[in-house]
T-cell receptor, first 111, second 118 residues
Framework: NAGVTQTPKFQVLKTGQSMTLQCAQD?????MSWYRQDPGMGLRLIHY???????DQGEVPNGYNVSRSTTEDFPLRLLSAAPSQTSVYFC??????????FGSGTRLTVV | AQKITQTQPGMFVQEKEAVTLDCTYD???????LFWYKQPSSGEMIFLIY??????QNATEGRYSLNFQKARKSANLVISASQLGDSAMYFC???????????????FGTGTRLTVIP
């Protein structure tokens, strides 16, 4: 099925470990983004990309890296996980001016 | 300053009644889009309705309508004939700029948890 695929759905990390959250879309969308959702905070933008090779920071970029080598993939890297990064992470891509498609989310716990 | 403000952390509504979820926004860009998303307990983000800043009429999608008051910078969601399945978190969001390309990121409010009472 076409859409935005996020893996894994759940992950537990120890403080200091690194990992990559995967996001892939097969709709040829140029724009992709990563959000984190925390209780009472809504969704906050971490990083975004307007096309392959182009990335930029959002509201809360500290502790996260991204790259965009292909149109389809937009991985989010945590280099040294901290308990403050415990959250639900959403990847989204956009078609036209309003057609945002969200992945199903990754629930990350850092202990 | 917050771009999107949702002042109702939680709302209750009787089944089959209508409910209004409030949303105000802040932008100096004349071109913007307003969105409402539903997030059920399963966690996915479900798009409900969209209103562009230049749209003359209020958007409607089935039981959902958006009460767009541009001068007041408000974009309230109205759900008619509430159903038990409407119980969820509801997020208002805004995108500044309406071009196909470019960044023009989506900014979210903190959400309103709606509970439909049988």
């Amino acid at each position: 099925n076409a859409g935005v695929t996020q893996t894994p759905k759940f992950q537990v990390l120890k403080t200091g470990q690194s990992m990559t959250l995967q996001c892939a879309q097969d709709m040829n969308h140029e724009y992709m983004s990563w959000y984190r959702q925390d209780p009472g905070m809504g969704l906050r933008l971490i990083h975004y990309s307007v096309g392959a090779g182009i990335t930029d920071q959002g509201e809360v970029p500290n502790g996260y890296n991204v790259s965009r080598s292909t149109t389809e993939d937009f991985p989010l890297r945590l280099l040294s996980a901290a308990p403050s990064q415990t959250s639900v992470y959403f990847c989204a891509s956009r078609q036209r001016s309003y057609g945002y498609t969200f992945g199903s989310g990754t629930r990350l716990t850092v202990v | 300053a917050q771009k999107i403000t949702q002042t109702q952390p939680g709302m209750f509504v009787q089944e089959k009644e209508a409910v209004t979820l409030d949303c105000t926004y802040d932008t100096s860009d004349p071109s913007y889009g307003l969105f409402w998303y539903k997030q059920p307990s399963s966690g996915e983000m479900i798009f409900l309705i969209y209103q562009g800043s230049y749209d003359q009429q209020n958007a409607t999608e089935g039981r959902y309508s958006l009460n767009f008051q541009k001068a007041r910078k408000s974009a309230n969601l109205v759900i008619s004939a509430s159903q038990l399945g409407d119980s969820a978190m509801y997020f208002c969001a805004m995108r500044e700029g309406l071009g196909v390309g470019g960044a023009n990121n989506l900014f979210f409010g903190t959400g309103t948890r709606l509970t439909v009472i049988p």
